[in-house]
C-alpha cells in the first residue's frame, strides 16, 4: 500500500515561494506517475504538475508554468513542488498523488488518474 504524506506548507505574502515535500513509502519497486494537485473552498481539485519517476517527464497547469517546478529524489522516495512568484490565488490545500506508470507516458494531470493520495498541506498568500 502506497502511502503519502505531504509537507512544506505554510503562509507567504505575494511574490514569496514554498518548497512543498511529499515523501513516499510502500513502493512495489516500480514505477509510478505522481502529481501535485490543489484545492481552494468551493472549488474543484485541480492538477498542477505531474511527473513520471522513471523518465522524470514532466507537465504542468498553465496557470503555473514558470513559476513552479516539480521534481523528484528517487533515492528518497521524495517528490517536490517549488513554488515561487506565489499569488492569492494560489491559496489552497495541496496535495500529492501517485499511480503506477502505465508503459506509455503519463496521463493527464487530473484527480481520475491516481489512485494513492496524500492527506494534504494548505498553502496561504496573502496580498
Known amino acids: 500500500q502506497v502511502q503519502l504524506v505531504e509537507s512544506g506548507g505554510g503562509s507567504v505574502q505575494a511574490g514569496g515561494s514554498l518548497r512543498l515535500s511529499c515523501a513516499a513509502s510502500g513502493y512495489t519497486g516500480r514505477h509510478y506517475c505522481m502529481g501535485w494537485f490543489r484545492q481552494a473552498p468551493g472549488n474543484k481539485r485541480e492538477g498542477v504538475a505531474g511527473?513520471?519517476?522513471?523518465?522524470?517527464?514532466?507537465s504542468y497547469a498553465d496557470s503555473v508554468k514558470g513559476r513552479f517546478t516539480i521534481s523528484q529524489d528517487n533515492a528518497k522516495n521524495t517528490m517536490y513542488l517549488q513554488m515561487n512568484s506565489l499569488k492569492p490565488e494560489d491559496s489552497a490545500m495541496y496535495y500529492c498523488?501517485?499511480?503506477?506508470?502505465?508503459?506509455?507516458?503519463?496521463?493527464?494531470?487530473?484527480?481520475?488518474?491516481?489512485?494513492?493520495w496524500g492527506q494534504g498541506t494548505q498553502v496561504t498568500v496573502s496580498s
Open positions: 511527473i513520471h519517476t522513471r523518465t522524470g517527464s514532466t
Open positions: 498523488a501517485a499511480n503506477p506508470a502505465p508503459l506509455g507516458p503519463c496521463p493527464t494531470v487530473v484527480p481520475g488518474s491516481f489512485a494513492y
